[in-house]
């Protein structure tokens, strides 16, 4: 079971995106997601909350918590990263703007895929991040299969209608599986760091999160919104990054704990 579980791990995660994104975009039109683009108002308001107060309020946590480095490493890999599909299935339990949702990933996921390569190293000069190395998960398991969707309602709008409620339906199912996995996995280590502060640090750091995109939203109706939005990180970039850029586990321990404290947390507060 050790052996199975970090290799059908690996393989849900990109599974998961994939039908999220590709889910997202078979009911939508492009000029029907970019539409909201065109308040700018929002489009910065949505920036600064992610890239500018995100980032604010980790710095904060670091400073109240004593972390080991490597934990504070990872916390900063989370916040640095914005836009997730798990956002999709947040925005349908919650019954808010799916469209909304979509287009909040058309903005996040390029900023975040050139914000992380920047700020990274300055923030922990120890990190080796390699821009394509963020770069291409986004481009592979996010960007293209919401591209694709849009294109097959665009070009074959009947086959869209036909194939959206079982991707999904698809995409729920590989959720579930997703985050079985993760706590089967990591239980044991979330439990050993009781005690050292990364368990109250991560609940402090989602919820901050929320807060943010609740109080900074631009209209009443979105609130929620932009809560889960700002809330949700971008899990996938981080473990890249923390996988990929150091040698030590810490940063990729603290980034699995918050994608599942962030699980715990907002998918009941939407539900």
């Known amino acids: ?9 690996n393989m849900i995660v990109p599974v998961f995106s994939v039908l999220s994104m590709f889910s997202a ?17 929002g489009v ?3 920036l600064l909350a992610n890239f500018i107060l995100v980032p604010a309020l980790t710095i904060l946590i670091i400073k109240v918590f004593s972390l080991h480095p490597t934990l504070e490493a990872g916390l900063v890999l989370a916040a640095c990263g914005a836009g997730a599909p798990f956002l999709i299935q947040l925005a349908g339990m919650a019954k808010v703007d799916v469209a909304l949702a979509a287009t909040c990933l058309i903005l996040l996921l390029p900023a975040t895929a050139i ?10 000069p120890e990190a080796d ?20 969707g849009i294109l097959l309602k665009r070009f ?4 869209a209608e036909r194939l959206q409620p079982w991707a999904a339906k698809l995409s729920g199912i590989a959720l579930v599986l997703l985050f079985l996995t993760s706590l089967l996995l990591y239980f044991g280590t979330v439990i050993s760091l009781f005690g050292t502060g ?15 995109g609740y109080l900074i939203a631009w209209r009443e109706s979105i609130r929620e919104l932009i809560g889960l939005a ?29 994608s599942l404290i962030s699980m715990a947390i907002l998918f009941p507060l939407a539900w």
């Not at 079971?1 to 791990?9: A, H, S």
């Not at 914000?115 to 922990?124: G, N, Q, Y």
């Not at 991040?129 to 694709?148: D, G």
């Not at 368990?199 to 999160?209: D, K, M, P």
Request: proline fraction near 8%; hydrophobic fraction near 60%; charge should be positive.
């Open 1 to 9: 079971m050790k052996e199975f579980l970090p290799g059908f791990l």
């Open 156 to 159: 074959l709008p009947m086959w």
């Open 25 to 41: 975009g078979l009911p939508y039109t492009l000029q029907y997601l970019t539409e909201p683009l065109k308040n700018r108002k």
């Open 129 to 148: 991040v390699n821009a394509w190395s963020i770069l291409k998960p986004l481009l592979l398991t996010m960007l293209l299969p919401l591209v694709a």
């Open 230 to 258: 700002t809330a949700q990180r971008n899990i996938a970039a981080a473990t890249v990054v923390a996988t990929l850029s150091f040698e030590t586990r810490g940063p990729l321990v603290m980034v699995i704990i918050i």
């Open 44 to 46: 910065v308001l949505a």
């Open 198 to 212: 990364a368990i109250l640090s991560a609940v402090v750091f989602v919820l901050g999160c929320y807060a943010i």
């Open 115 to 124: 914000f992380m390569p920047i700020v990274v190293p300055l923030a922990i």
